[in-house]
């Protein structure tokens, strides 16, 4: 099993290969109503997987795994890389060195689920380690499900799923973490942020300073040199915690004060941009905003000897593509700022990309779609949803090994 740089195995709930059909589904909007879904898992010792996902969005959001009704992992969509990056630095710091924390890059050494198992059977790593980071990573993942229901209205409500777990996922040697014990633990955790007057606001926000003078004004200077070196939109108040080895909720609290009065802000941030597997084949890019898309192709790629980059925002691509000259470029057609054809557009006007192959992928595949990717210089054309076979077959015929 190999080592991966930016590896997104079971980072994320679309990061198992087959997404299995729903045993049940329900509608849920209360953290009460949750809860009797966790505890019936636990009751009946359920072994699959929980999907949960707020009314509107069309892919989960958040999976809670269960082997025998102990929960085993967890996954979110929601900053799966920076989450991975704390994990590794609280209970592997040896494996990841702190720079890596601490600087704001566009690649994250990181290892998956799969690997860690394997650096404990090789005694790189100890089994504790392997408990703290399944335990850490879904006791952070039930804390903002919790939140989010929360803040749900009376009109909204949160969809809960009941699914198979993959062959895929069942051959890791899972580590059962107590449900009862982990969802009072976490429910404690939220009701002691709640009593503190933070239910609105998330350890996922960035803190950044708008107003340094004032700032200065009212901070001592060590405390104004560790809010301007921290406090720069780029790290969240959960990394900063993990990176000042101090608790959340004391950190979160002495930064409030500032907040109120409009002198710092909390902002919503992204995740890593991009990631690149330390595979040795030749390196393919995506360009996708659909985080689903983008790990079922990751999984694909890598398990293929392929490298990999995902490319999330379209206006990024040239700089990014310019950089590491991929062999061969997947290009999603719809997409947010700009459509599959004016990227491809865009790309074959780069004389570095005049011979390199670009495959448009989309869920209409009709012959003027064809038509328009031929003339903006597209290699060929690509229906999803996204299959092992007609990827691979496109890199047989445009990228072999």
Not at 197 to 217: C, H, K, M, Y
Not at 353 to 369: K, M, R, Y
Request: charged share 20%.
């Amino acid at each position: 099993m190999k080592l991966y740089q930016g590896g997104k195995a079971l980072l994320t709930p679309s990061s198992i290969r087959l997404i299995e059909p729903a045993l049940a589904t329900y509608r849920i909007n209360s953290i009460d109503e949750l809860t009797k879904h966790i505890q019936l898992c636990s009751q009946k010792q359920f072994t699959g997987r929980l999907d949960l996902q707020p009314q509107g969005h069309q892919n989960p959001q958040w999976s809670l795994f269960f082997q025998r009704g102990s929960l085993v992992w967890s996954a979110s969509e929601l900053h799966p890389v920076r989450r991975w990056g704390r994990l590794l630095f609280q209970h592997c710091p040896h494996l990841l060195a702190v720079d890596d924390l601490q600087r704001k890059a566009t690649q994250l050494s990181c290892v998956d689920y799969g690997s860690l198992i394997e650096l404990v059977r090789q005694g790189k790593a100890q089994r504790e380690h392997l408990v703290g980071i399944v335990a850490s990573n879904i006791a952070e993942i039930l804390f903002d499900i919790i939140q989010v229901i929360h803040q749900l209205d009376d009109r909204l409500k949160m969809q809960v799923s009941y699914r198979q777990l993959s062959q895929e996922f069942l051959s890791f040697v899972l580590v059962p973490c107590s449900t009862a014990q982990i969802w009072h633990q976490v429910s404690q955790i939220w009701d002691t942020w709640q009593q503190a007057g933070l239910a609105s606001f998330s350890p996922n926000l960035a803190p950044v300073i708008w107003d340094t003078d004032e700032l200065r004004q009212q901070t001592s200077l060590f405390a104004y040199h560790n809010l301007t070196k921290l406090a720069d939109g780029h790290w969240t108040l959960r990394d900063i915690a993990i990176k000042l080895k101090q608790p959340l909720l004391p950190l979160t609290q002495s930064i409030m004060p500032y907040v109120h009065q409009e002198i710092m802000g909390l902002v919503q941030i992204e995740d890593i941009a991009y990631f690149v597997e330390s595979a040795s084949g030749p390196l393919v890019a995506y360009i996708e905003d659909s985080r689903f898309d983008s790990a079922a192709m990751n999984h694909i790629l890598t398990q293929a000897g392929y490298r990999f980059i995902n490319i999330q925002d379209a206006r990024q691509a040239l700089p990014i593509l310019l950089e590491q000259k991929p062999a061969l470029i997947f290009l999603d057609l719809l997409m947010p700022v700009a459509n599959g054809y004016e990227v491809c557009a865009q790309i074959r006007r780069v004389s570095a990309f005049q011979n390199t192959p670009i495959i448009i992928l989309t869920s209409s595949d009709g012959i003027v779609d064809r038509m328009r990717a031929k003339l903006v210089g597209s290699s060929g054309f690509l229906a999803k949803p996204i299959n092992q076979e007609k990827v691979l077959s496109v890199l047989r015929q445009y990228l072999p090994l």
